[in-house]
């Protein structure tokens, strides 16, 4: 399988002085999937712009035509099952089907307090995730859902008429640990890493690309109990919070170095950051486009 080069776009651009321009270049570049984070800010960008992701992704959709849209990742931390399914039908009907759902069970940062909540804990966070994508995936799927949880309930919540992929919008679970490993394997079309982050401040490449084997390997034991292969589950890596760092995107021969080493460990899809100036991002543009040009066909 060829591999997929997506990207993702930080919503932190007004829509009419970069925002719209940077989607549509997406597009025209080849880029599988442009992703957005669902934040209600992100750590150093938290004092500047920023902006929804859903609206963003709204008007993404109004402004391409191939390119697939999606968020990475939504968490529970600020959103609710309910008005979340709704709003993901209606844009899943707006870009006539490109809409993947990346999904996680949220952190500790801005997000977790934003509401006036006390920050959940890992395991909270684990336990309300556990409820938060099997009801989801039911809204989506169902014209009609009630539901009473311990963390969620639903009356009578109506989705009609349903997503326009069917039998729903793909899910892209963001997990590592073995709750959220068995929520992509029952729910998920696709899996999300971003390595492990305890190598990297200090790890290397290649005890980072030893990582990732491993929680392959976690994914696959998780899907084996569910009589699921493993094959039938895209493997997505967001690059930017390995070792590498943003080496990969110095050259187009760093990353299809990078890029071919995390094929042969089974990925199918690997994210790269739309480059922005003075940031933990920041990237030379020439080289970034020439990378969504060239490197795809070398990956083939």
């Known amino acids: 399988m060829s591999l997929r080069l997506s990207t993702v776009i930080l919503p932190y651009l007004r829509w009419h002085e970069g925002g719209r321009s940077a989607w549509t270049r997406a597009e025209q570049l080849g ?12 750590r150093t960008f938290r004092d500047g712009p920023w902006f929804g992701a859903l609206p963003t992704l709204t008007a993404a959709a109004t402004a391409t035509e191939r390119l697939r849209l999606g968020t990475l ?13 709704k709003e993901l039908i209606s844009l899943d009907d707006i870009s006539g089907g490109r809409i993947t759902l990346g999904i996680g069970a949220g952190g500790t940062g801005f997000d977790a307090t934003a509401l006036g909540q006390d920050p959940w804990t890992s395991r909270e966070r684990a336990d309300r995730f556990a409820e938060f994508v099997p009801l989801l995936d039911r809204l989506l799927t169902e014209d009609s859902v009630s539901y009473e949880g311990d963390f969620y309930s639903a009356h009578e919540a109506r989705n009609i008429p349903g997503c326009v992929q069917r039998p729903r919008l793909p899910f892209a679970v963001a997990a590592t640990g073995p709750r959220g490993l068995k929520l992509t394997a029952r729910h998920g079309q696709a899996w999300v890493t971003t390595g492990d982050p305890k190598l990297f401040e200090n790890g290397t490449p290649e005890q980072s690309v030893g990582a990732l084997r491993g929680q392959i390997e976690k994914l696959t034991d998780a899907c084996v109990a569910l009589g699921r292969d493993v094959h039938t589950v895209d493997k997505v890596l967001l690059t930017g919070f390995t070792p590498d760092r943003g080496r990969p995107l110095e ?6 170095d990078f890029a071919g080493r995390h094929q042969e460990l089974g990925f199918t899809e690997i994210v790269i950051h739309w480059p922005i100036p003075d940031s933990d991002f920041a990237a030379d543009r020439k080289v970034f486009e020439r990378i969504a040009m060239e490197a795809p066909a070398q990956l083939r």
């Open 31 to 42: 880029f599988h999937t442009g992703y957005t984070y669902d934040h209600l800010s992100w």
């Open 73 to 85: 990742v939504t968490s529970p931390n600020f959103r609710h099952p309910v008005n979340l399914a």
């Open 251 to 256: 050259s187009l021969d760093a990353f299809v």
